[in-house]
């Protein structure tokens, strides 16, 4: 064997560790600067689950509630009703009735909500008539967070 081979025990040079210090620290710095973002989209996608469960009891509620009453409202628009409070807006155009609520109606949320009714049925047969009904759930009162759609069924 070559004894000058044996001999030749060079450890990392001090330049060598810097370098790997540096590269490991840039690494880390990049990885925590990912981890507010990760938490806002958690935190986003939170508020979006919430959103889409609380749409389908919205969405439920209305329609349950304006099953009875939607011949009237189509009729009178204008008029007073039960489901329709103080804080809330209806607001009567060519096509469409829109209730915008201060709040939603099938539960205590931190959610306003706008309801979206059709004037003129998809189904259009006797006894049976069906509206087109939308609920959107809105944060801070301007940010659409999620939407649903469905019918009003009604005798008419």
């Known amino acids: 064997m070559n004894s000058k081979k044996l001999l030749n025990e060079r450890g990392m ?13 840039i690494i880390l710095v990049s990885v925590i600067n990912l981890l507010p973002q990760i938490g806002l989209k958690s ?16 969405l439920d ?9 939607l011949t009237n409202l189509l ?9 329709i409070e103080p804080s809330d807006t209806l607001i009567n155009d ?7 609520t201060a709040t ?15 004037k003129i049925p998809d189904l259009d047969t006797s006894p049976k008539k069906a509206n087109q009904i939308g609920v959107f759930i809105y944060k801070n009162n301007s940010i659409l967070v999620t939407e649903n759609y469905g019918y009003v069924f009604y005798e008419g």
Do not use: H, R
């Not at 060519?94 to 915008?100: D, L």
């Open 104 to 118: 939603t109606k099938s539960m205590t949320s931190k959610y306003t909500t706008e309801v979206k009714i059709m």
């Open 43 to 58: 935190k986003q996608n939170e508020d979006k689950q919430v959103a889409v469960n609380l749409v389908t009891k919205e």
């Open 61 to 69: 509620w209305w329609q349950s509630t304006l099953e009875g009453e």
């Open 13 to 25: 040079s001090l330049v060598e560790v810097v370098a790997a210090i540096v590269l490991l620290a």
């Open 75 to 83: 009729a009178n628009p204008d008029g007073t009703f039960s489901f």
């Open 94 to 100: 060519g096509n469409t009735i829109t209730i915008q």
